[in-house]
Each structure stands twice: as C-alpha cells, then as structure tokens.
C-alpha cells in the first residue's frame, strides 16, 4: 500500500510514472537492457534527453534563444556556478527571502564576486517576501521563487533590465512562466519532476558567453550547452524519469492545469488553516503564501508531534516542518492529488475536535 508522501522533497512521484518506470526497468522498450546500463551516447538515450528538452520547451513556451541543461551537483551547485559564469563588472544583487537564498549569497561571496543584498525579510523570520527595486545595470538579479522552508512564494516576478536569475527548486513545472526577462532558470527536480540528483537549467544562450577563461570546464554553461548537457556522463536515470515526468504534465493538461489543480489543493488547506485560526496558524504572511509548501503550526506546541504520530497511523507521512523553524509542512507539489488534500484537511478537523 502506497502512503500520502508530503515529503518536501525528494517527494511524491506519481503512480503512473512509477509504474511505467516498473514496467520497463529491466528491459526498456523489450530491448532487453534496463535504461540505467546504456551509453549516454547511444542513439536510444540521446532520443530520451532530447525529448525531455522539448517538452520543456513547449511547457514553457521558450524560444531558441533559451538553452535547457541537465546538470549535477544538485540546485546548490549553482549558488556557485551562477556567479562564476555570470558575475561581470557590475554588482549582481541578492534579494534575501531565506536559508536559500543565504547559502547563494554565501557562495557570491566566496567567489569574491561584485554582490549585494538589496533587500531580505529576515527581521520576520522570512515570513515574506520583501519590497525591493533591482538596478538597472546590475550584473545580474537574483531571487528564489518559492522558499521551500517557510512557505513563501513570489506571486510574480521583478520586472528587471539586467538579467533576472531564479532558483526555482520547488515550484519548478507547477505553473507556466513568462520567460520574457528571465536570464537563468533552475531547480532541483526532486520536488515536481522526479528523483533527486538532476537540477534543470534554462539559461538565455547569450548569457554563457560571459564566461571567464579561469573557470574549470565543467563549470562553464558553455562547455555543457555546447555538449548538450553530456560533457561528463549524466544523470541517465533521472533524466529518464524526468521525461516521464513530463509526459505526466503533458497528459494532464499542461502547466496551466496543472497550476488550476494546484491553486484547488492550497485554498483548501489555508481555509482549514484559517478556520480553525485559534489552533493552526499559518507561517508565511497571507499575501505570500506558497501553493506548493504549506507551513504551519499549532498554537500548542507539544501536540505538533503527536500530530505528525497521528497522521503517520492515518497513513500520511513527512508533515513535520523543517529543522530551521519547526512547526509543520505539507508539500503539495505536483503528484498530490485534490483527493490526498482533501483527507489531510478531514484529518486536521479531527485532530482539532480531538486537541481542541
Ligand atoms: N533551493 C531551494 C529553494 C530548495 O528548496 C532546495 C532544496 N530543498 C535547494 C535549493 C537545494 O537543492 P539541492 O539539495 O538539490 O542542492
């Protein structure tokens, strides 16, 4: 029996993209060999990375000028690989919305690059998303559009001249996107692709030409877009999975259904939250509130614990907020259903009847 997995990442994966996987795990398409134990070079591989881009592409609606990139080194290798491919004369400004976007800020400055911070909601507790104005000729911007720990999420995004870069892990493929002023994309796909181990990104192909001569090949955008992400072997099995992954997406109405789908599912948790306000109360500030991490607490405490206990009989399970700030968190990424929603909310009523 499979449990309701709120898991904020690695997560959920839906059934049907598990079971295709099953299906074809020990010979992929009768061929006789799982897809695990080919050459990234083969014919048959190269067809499955390729695909995946395009559907990126059309999901996303990106033009020839965007390149998509399979890397490694999770979406933390790029809290260094960004600075060190794009950071040019200018100041490359961080807007600060939490531990994220800290650990990217970090890496900008080790790499002794051109940075500032221009804005950061520390002072709540990253219980929002701050107010800021990005210079025009920054060297590039930086965000995170969905800030996994807190739950909060950009409801759109900074108009900028420079370049706007965003890490995107967790609400990557959950809505359509204006790539209009975006120079760089990316995310791990462990909360709405797939497996962990394959961070995406699309970067705007102009941008890698920025790169310094210093820079280790690997790192360079250059060498991988040039290699079409096969400078080294990469992840074939995520790579795989992420392209059934995308064929889910695809059956299920795209991107705009997906994110109607995911609209659903938060309004009823938050109306649970706030109908039981002297209990539960929500995290994020409302106007930023995600759609894809849920967090909360409750008023007591020591009932958080038997709260993750309860659900876990109820067959529900990772509830239990991050370390950093405690509390609970249900991820509500792609492969959680309205249905799986709808039973966390019937068991929060109970557990407040019961607690209350
Ligand atoms: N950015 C965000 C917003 C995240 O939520 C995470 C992981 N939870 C990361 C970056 C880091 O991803 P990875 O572990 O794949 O390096």
Redesign the pocket.
């Given at each position: 029996m499979r449990v309701i997995n709120f898991s904020?990442?690695p997560s959920s994966i839906p059934i049907d993209v598990l079971n295709k996987a099953k299906d074809e795990l020990l010979s992929y398409q009768n061929l006789g060999f799982s897809i695990m134990e080919i050459s990234h070079r083969s014919e048959i591989f190269e067809k499955i990375l390729n695909s995946a881009k395009k559907k990126i592409k059309t999901l996303y609606n990106l033009g020839d000028e965007f390149e998509i990139l399979f890397l490694q080194g999770?979406?933390?290798l790029q809290f260094a690989q960004v600075p060190l491919n794009l950071a040019d004369e200018n100041v490359a400004e961080y807007v600060d919305s939490g531990v994220?976007t800290q650990k990217a800020i970090k890496e900008a400055q080790i790499l002794g690059i051109n940075y500032k911070v221009i804005a950061s909601s520390e002072d709540k507790n990253y219980s929002y998303i701050p107010n800021f104005k990005f210079s025009d000729n920054a060297s590039y911007c930086y965000i995170?559009s969905?800030?996994?720990i807190y739950g909060t999420q950009y409801k759109n995004y900074p108009s900028t001249k420079a370049p706007l870069v965003i890490?995107a892990?967790?609400d990557l493929f959950s809505k359509e996107i204006d790539f209009s002023n975006i120079g760089l994309f990316f995310g791990?796909i462990?909360k709405n692709g797939g497996p962990?181990g394959l961070?995406v990104v699309i970067i705007k192909k102009e941008l890698a030409n920025r790169v310094k001569n210093s820079i280790p090949t690997l790192l360079r955008y250059k060498t991988q877009i040039d290699n079409n992400s096969m400078s080294n072997t990469p992840n074939t099995f995520a790579i795989y999975l992420l392209d059934l992954m995308l064929s889910w997406i695809e059956k299920n109405g795209g991107l705009k259904e997906i994110d109607d789908k995911n609209v659903k599912k938060a309004k009823i948790l938050y109306e649970c939250i706030d109908d039981l306000s002297s209990f539960y109360q929500g995290i994020a500030q409302k106007e930023f509130r995600s759609l894809m991490n849920v967090s909360f607490k409750i008023f007591d405490q020591n009932l958080e614990s038997i709260f993750v206990q309860e659900a876990f009989d109820n067959n529900m399970i990772g509830l239990k907020g991050h370390r950093i700030i405690g509390g609970l968190r249900a991820s509500i990424y792609n492969a959680i259903s309205l249905l799986d929603v709808e039973k966390l909310v019937d068991f929060m009523y109970k557990f407040y009847k019961k607690y209350k």
């Open positions: 904020a990442g999770g979406a933390s994220w995170c969905n800030n996994t890490d892990s967790s791990g462990q962990s961070c």
